[in-house]
């Protein structure tokens, strides 16, 4: 697999919305006030169909009090790759997207079926008989016209759908117990009998993943209420036909010494990549004397096939005499990790972190942005930790990335979905105020062949490009030569070949640009990237 750089800062786009910097480009795809959209680990939701375009998926409300949230509703949005646009966006955002069931229902999540390309969701409803589960499949990919299938089961279900079109869930039952079933690869919409994982009823948190390329699929879960918490795993090679038992899935010795390593409840969320090779990624806390801190909080990544198996992401660190704020309910310094691939065969992690000294002042809660990491060795090694939102007044909750980048339009793009709380503290655990928060998707270009400068020779490149008379040009000690490469977008995507006398830009829509160069030397092996504001 072949190295990638990329140079310096690459760039970021400043949004008139949020007022602050973020890198890519951000689309406000819908909004909610129903703020708390996981009781545990993340959830998938932001998932991409080959052929067709990227299925985002969020908890939607628009109430601001009481507490029975009438309208809630998981919600759905889609990107066409064909038209470079979401198909449901209205000038007020917390009306764009449209509603999955059509009753009230909540706590899902989506993926798309390796085949057809359409949406599969999850979620929970309460009928006659008691809380329940429901799975919708589109009619087509991103049509958002659903039809339903009712099962057996309770709360919470999680869904992930296999190679053949088999439809796993996992879910608790009514005494917190875990159970099992699946409405398997061409019979929709019957649910299989349920069957009992766990009837401990420790209030565990659970997620599954199943392999697009073979019958391999995962349940994991958490138990919170052990001390430490710790994990546990089933897989299947069979689409769900048969599993091995329960197995304790032990987390990595993270602090050493005396200081227990523990799971914590937003631990543990697990996904097949396009080799069918197994991932699980986790946030993990120290224990001393049956105490968990929130801080240092790390990331770690497992797979089976790597030696060792456990390999560290990242470290959230601070002082505790620093942290200003509490991070509040259900949540540790950085948490919530999702893991994805790029077209690259590269791995990408995406979390929530807090900022230590970013206070909301009306709950006196820490606000949190969105880091990502990334690794070229299969998870062996991890560059460094990026924060790609702005420091703000906004909390940016709950990330989702995308599980794969597709080739062509967006093949050199990585994805995340994430809430903007623009109160820090949840209303929905009554910490704070109902608010309209936005839910985005951010688009984080990366590109092949960009190999980072050193100083010295960027100095003997280019300065900062100018646009003079239509023309993109750099100007360096007095000279003035005319720029040569290509012209990306902010989502990384070629739009103009710059040539001598053949890079006018008079034609392009007001933006952010990047101009990759080509190097100016024989001695020089790179290509710079430098980032332009075209105004009108």
Not at 161 to 178: P, R, V
Not at 399 to 426: H, K, N, Q, W
Not at 512 to 517: A, G, H, I, N, T
């Amino acid at each position: 697999m072949k190295p990638r750089y990329l140079l310096l800062a690459v760039g970021c786009l400043l949004s008139a919305a949020f007022g602050q910097s973020y890198i890519g480009r951000v689309d406000t795809i819908g909004g909610t006030t129903y703020d708390w959209q996981s009781n545990a680990q993340a959830a998938k939701d932001l998932a991409g169909s080959p052929g067709h375009g990227m299925h985002a998926l969020w908890m939607y409300s628009t109430a601001t009090s009481g507490t029975m949230f009438d309208d809630r509703n998981m919600r759905y949005n889609f990107y066409d790759f064909n038209t470079r646009t979401w198909n449901w966006i209205d000038p007020d955002y917390m009306q764009s997207g449209v509603n999955v069931f059509p009753h009230r229902a909540g706590y899902g999540n989506i993926d798309a079926d390796p085949t057809s390309g359409v949406a599969i969701v999850g979620g929970h409803y309460t009928g006659s008989g008691g809380v329940a589960p429901e799975v919708a499949k589109d009619a087509a990919s991103g049509a958002g016209i659903f039809d339903y299938a009712d099962g057996p089961g309770s709360q919470w279900p999680r869904i992930a759908t296999g190679q053949n079109g088999t439809i796993h869930i996992f879910m608790c039952s009514a005494g917190y117990g875990l159970c099992y079933t699946r409405i398997r690869g061409g019979g929709w919409p019957d649910f299989d009998t349920l069957r009992v994982v766990d009837p401990s009823g420790d209030f565990p948190t659970h997620a599954v993943a199943a392999s697009k390329v073979s019958g391999r699929a995962c349940l994991i879960w958490e138990m919170s209420t052990n001390v430490p918490e710790d994990g546990y795993i089933q897989t299947s090679t069979d689409n769900g036909d048969s599993w091995t038992e329960s197995q304790q899935f032990l987390p990595p010795n993270a602090f050493g010494g005396d200081t227990v390593t523990s799971f914590h409840i937003t631990s543990l969320c697990p996904w097949y990549d396009y080799e069918d090779q197994l991932h699980v990624v986790a946030n993990v806390s120290p224990m001393v004397h049956d105490t968990t801190y929130v801080v240092p909080s790390q990331i770690w990544h497992w797979c089976p096939d790597n030696t060792p198996q456990w390999s560290r992401v990242h470290i959230a660190a601070c002082r505790p005499e620093h942290m200003q704020a509490s991070v509040g309910y259900n949540a540790t310094y950085a948490d919530r990790p999702s893991i994805g691939e790029g077209n690259d065969g590269w791995l990408y992690v995406a979390w929530e972190q807090f900022d230590s000294s970013n206070v909301e002042p009306l709950t006196s809660r820490l606000r949190a942005g969105i880091w990502y990491s990334r690794s070229s060795d299969n998870g062996a090694s991890w560059m460094p930790g990026e924060l790609v939102t702005g420091r703000n007044t906004f909390s940016h909750r709950f990330p989702s990335i995308i599980d794969r980048m597709l080739p062509g339009e967006m093949a050199d793009t990585i994805c995340i979905l994430y809430m903007m709380d623009s109160v820090a503290g949840f209303f929905v655990q009554s910490e704070g105020p109902a608010t309209l928060n936005p839910v985005v998707c951010q688009f984080i270009p990366f590109w092949d062949g960009v190999q980072e400068a050193t100083n010295a020779e960027l100095r003997t490149t280019n300065v900062e490009p100018t646009i003079i008379r239509g023309v993109l040009v750099f100007e360096a000690r007095g000279k003035r030569r005319e720029a040569r490469g290509e012209l990306l977008d902010i989502s990384g995507r070629k739009v103009l070949d710059l040539k001598p006398r053949a890079n006018d830009v008079h034609s392009l829509a007001p933006g952010v640009y990047f101009v990759r160069e080509e190097p100016q030397a024989a001695s020089l092996k790179l290509q710079a990237v430098r980032k332009i504001v075209i105004t009108r």
